[in-house]
Structures are given as C-alpha cells and as structure tokens.
C-alpha cells in the first residue's frame, strides 16, 4: 500500500498504479528523488507509484512549444530527412539534361533550405524553379508556404496551383506560431496543414508530418494534383 497527495489530499492506494488519479490531461508528477515529470495520461497510469511523492492534476493539455527550436535539434532531424528529400527530388528529369537539383542550406544555423532546381511539370517553362522553405522552427512547428525569386517566370503560375492562398501579413501573424521571414528578392506563397496543425513524430521521423512530405504535397499541388 502506498499514499501520495494528489492535488494537494493524501491519497491511499493498493494498487502499483495512479491510473485512477488520472483523467485525460497531461500531470505534473513529484518524484521522491525531488525531480519533477510532465506525462501524458497514458504514461502516468503506469507510473510506479512508489517513486511518487505527489501528482497534480492539470485542467488544460500542455503543448511544448518555442518561437524557434534549437539548433541542434533542428540540425538532428533535418540531417535524418535530407536523404528522404534527395532521394525523391534527384528520382525527376528536365527537359535541358544538364540540369539537376540541388539542396542547400541558406545559413549555418539550417534557418531554411534552398531547392536550386526544384522539379515542375513539362509544361511549365523552365520545368524547374528555386525555391526556399524556412525551417526556423522545425521540428517544433511545420513550414509555412514556400518563397519563389520575384523574377520567376514561373511565379504567378506557381501562385495560381497552390490556389491562391495569400495571407495579409496582419492576419498570417495572427494564425501562425511561426515568424514570417523577409527574404529580399523573393515573394512568399502560403501553403500549409489545417489550422497550422503539425503531428511531428521524434521518435520515428518519417511516420508522423514532415519536411519530406511537406516537398512532395508542393510538388503534387504544383502539378495540379491537389484532389482532396
């Protein structure tokens, strides 16, 4: 039998569980040790209850979050998804043979990466376009639209397929997490999941949203393969 204050009452319990101390919400948990735990429901209800000194019960779900992620675990998870990405950009031939696609990083700190080359349908002309992706906040938060150069002979096609999804910088800083960069010499188009949504798995990088997935919609909305 063990005891543990729950939401600040000593609480009895024969069971090797909290579960009946958890309800949907994420808990604060106090281990004897002196460290403190944020779990999930589904975590704490197997929680060993003789390490725990107290539970308290939260009202509302905690979402971790930053304005930007950490370098290194930006670098950590871009680095996993870069042979993803080539591997579906280099599977695509251009009419000119001699071109090919090229990925790069646009800054040390991987604030955003550049597609030099980025695949398009034959009838666009070029069948190419470079195009940048900011990744600033990656993986906490998925990307926001892609940037085209302004002197794109492509750009108002581009604009036109990705359905003509322009936010007002006001209202995009209203709905976004996310800071909208100023990229001089580029137009930016919006291109996002519902409702900024982004379910980014650590734990298998290529089961949950990605970048990788992210460049094949753009590349199927592009081509007019928006069916949904």
């Known amino acids: 039998m063990a005891s543990i204050v729950v939401n600040g009452e000593m609480k009895t319990t024969n069971d090797a569980t909290i579960g009946r101390f958890v ?15 944020i779990l999930s429901p589904d975590k704490a209800k197997n929680y060993p209850t003789d390490v725990v000194r107290t539970i308290d019960k939260n009202q509302s779900d905690i979402e971790q979050g930053a304005s930007y992620s950490d370098f290194n675990t930006r670098k950590k998870y871009l680095d996993m998804e870069l042979p993803h990405i080539n591997n579906f950009l280099t599977r695509f031939r251009f009419n ?21 080359n980025f695949p398009l349908p034959d009838d666009y002309n070029p069948d190419y376009e470079k195009i940048s992706i900011v990744t600033a906040d990656y993986p906490n938060f998925g990307p926001v639209g892609i940037y085209v150069p302004d002197t794109s002979r492509n750009k108002a096609r581009i604009i036109e397929k990705m359905g003509g999804h322009l936010f007002s910088r006001e209202d995009y800083n209203r709905f976004s997490h996310i800071p909208l960069f100023d990229l001089p010499g580029w137009t930016w188009v919006c291109y996002h999941y519902k409702d900024f949504r982004w379910n980014f798995n650590r734990n298998n ?20 393969n928006y069916d949904v």
């Open 96 to 116: 000119d043979s001699s071109i090919k696609t090229v990925i790069e990083w646009d800054d040390t700190n991987y604030n955003w990466i550049r597609i030099d």
């Open 23 to 37: 309800d949907d919400k994420p808990v604060t948990v106090e281990l004897t040790t002196g460290e403190y735990k």
């Open 205 to 224: 990088v290529m089961q949950g949203d990605n970048l990788t997935k992210f460049i094949k919609a753009v590349h199927a909305n592009l081509s007019g």
